[in-house]
């Protein structure tokens, strides 16, 4: 996908116990392999003989730290983390990790996913509807209230507490939280957003995704299961179950497979490269078409275009170049605009595609602005035939657990027929991946377990909304405009 309308992460966290190692030089390149899950905000958090610093910052990873300002944050332990808003406005107070020193206790959270129920937390926390705007905040507020008045600083009051803290929260969470002298990371029962365990000669690694281990050296361990919390001190790593086993019930983001996570890295026992290579060739053998060449969407549609290349027998052609240094684009007010918009971070290769019929692959279509343009440039580059092909199924209903797609009116499949869409996109057909095949593409043994609410309607936990009364107000014409159905065909 190549899209300011793609759906962004909400986020990625990192943490690190290594006493002896630069924690913070560590937790920096731990990040950076985490960029891709938020780059609105990056903050990392070290603890040094007791006292916890934070530093963070609107932008970048890169942008925010240097060698000055890592040196600065020395330690044992730390934890990272880089965020795209999903609740919450991208203003720096919403930066993570959020810092509490309360005296007996201090310490640094940092949040992947979404709380869905901010405002009844916040009217029990008896704070003003405007700080629902904060799941993390209002998390670590929580767990503030419930430490003793007369906090000691031992670890098990930490521990008790964090334990009183998680039932009350609803959605979706992996935290990493750093105290004075240990870590703790968990995942909420459902186990929506991924934590991974990693191991180092001296220390020990949480982290949202493998590549982050890669970069520092770190080997995985396993994941940290649904409903379960670490705790890791000089001790090694202690496993706690804070929720009954009738509450655990594994609904893994299966969107994570399909465009989120790197390619490079293992989520349940599965490389992501490989998942997305099966999808494509389930595409193939769902939705044959004849055609000249299988194109990729750059970047996360390219294993899947291989998929349906090799299944189909079609020669695989990169069709477009990517920027890679492209950041947040404007919102452009005029087509011409838009298209150069989109010229900037994609750019046909001409010589590859002109004159010829091309299977395009996409991962998934969410608002379908960038795409639509997409197609209209290789109308443009002389392309005979456009045949989309979507690694899949229509992305009908609003994700609460941490993607920022809470705006049903957007979703284009959820207010046009796929012949509509086609005929939108200006494709000559246009075809999605079955739900069963990509749950079978995703783990062919077993595709149960995985959270599929986005492509179903199906929210494996109850949504602040009423999904009935979910208004649908086209932000799109539901019939193609002009300019777009006077293309070449
Ligand atoms: S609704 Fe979709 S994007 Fe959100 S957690 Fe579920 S599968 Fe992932």
New binding site residues.
């Given amino acids: 996908m190549v899209d300011d309308s793609a759906?962004k992460e909400s986020c990625g966290v990192f943490g690190l116990y290594a006493p002896g190692s630069p924690v913070s030089h560590m937790t920096y390149l731990g990040l950076f392999a985490l960029q891709h899950r938020g780059q609105e905000a990056a903050g990392i958090a070290v603890s040094d003989q007791g006292r916890i610093w934070v530093d963070k910052d609107n932008g970048l990873v890169s942008a925010i730290f240097n060698d000055n300002r890592l040196q600065t944050l020395r330690g044992d332990l730390a934890i990272g983390h880089t965020r795209y808003s999903t609740t919450g406005s991208g203003d720096w107070e919403n930066s993570q990790p959020v810092y509490r020193d309360l005296g007996g206790h201090q310490f640094a959270l940092a949040h992947n996913g979404n709380l869905v129920n901010t405002a009844q937390l916040a009217e029990t926390l008896g704070l003003p509807p405007s700080a629902a705007g904060s799941d993390s905040g209002l998390a670590a507020e929580l767990l503030a209230r419930e430490l003793p008045a007369e906090a000691t600083g031992t670890q098990s009051e930490l521990v008790e507490a964090f334990v009183r803290t998680l039932p009350q929260l609803s959605g979706?969470y992996s935290f990493v939280l750093l105290s004075q002298d240990f870590l703790i990371g968990v995942r909420d029962p459902h186990g929506?957003r991924p934590l991974i365990l990693g191991k180092l000669d001296n220390g020990w690694v949480l982290a949202s995704e493998t590549p982050a281990l890669d970069v520092i050296g770190a080997e995985m361990v396993r994941e940290i299961q649904p409903g379960e919390m670490v705790v890791i001190d000089q001790t090694g790593v202690q496993s706690l179950a804070p929720f009954p086993a009738e509450q655990i019930r594994s609904?893994f983001?299966?969107?994570?497979f399909v465009y989120f996570a790197r390619p490079d890295g293992r989520l349940r026992g599965e490389n992501v490269h490989r998942v997305r290579q099966r999808m494509g060739e389930a595409l193939a053998r769902q939705a044959p078409v004849e055609a000249d060449a299988v194109v990729p969407v750059p970047e996360s549609s390219v294993p899947g275009a291989q998929g349906y290349a090799h299944e189909s027998g079609i020669p695989y052609v990169d069709g477009f170049v990517k920027n890679r240094y492209i950041g947040r684009t404007f919102i452009a007010p005029t087509q011409e605009l838009r298209a150069a918009a989109v010229r900037i971070k994609l750019n046909p290769i001409r010589e590859n595609i002109e004159g010829k019929r091309l299977v395009v692959v996409e991962d998934s279509i969410i608002r379908a602005t960038t795409l639509r343009e997409t197609m209209r440039m290789m109308r443009g580059a002389g392309v005979a035939e456009i045949h989309l092909r979507v690694l899949s199924p229509p992305y009908r209903?609003p994700?609460?657990?941490?993607?920022d797609?809470t705006d049903r009116s957007k979703l284009v499949a959820a207010h046009m027929t796929v012949d509509e869409l086609r005929d939108y996109l200006g494709a000559d057909s246009l075809a999605y991946l079955e739900l069963d095949a990509m749950l079978a593409a995703i783990h062919p043994e077993d595709s149960t377990g995985?959270?599929?609410?986005?492509?179903t309607g199906d929210?494996p936990i109850p949504v602040p909304v009423d999904l009935t009364e979910l208004a649908i107000t086209p932000s799109v014409p539901l019939a193609a405009p002009a300019s777009i159905s006077g293309l070449p065909r």
């Fill in positions: 759906p979706a929506i609904k983001c299966s969107f994570e209903w994700c609460y657990y941490g993607m797609t995985l959270c599929t609410a986005c492509l929210y």
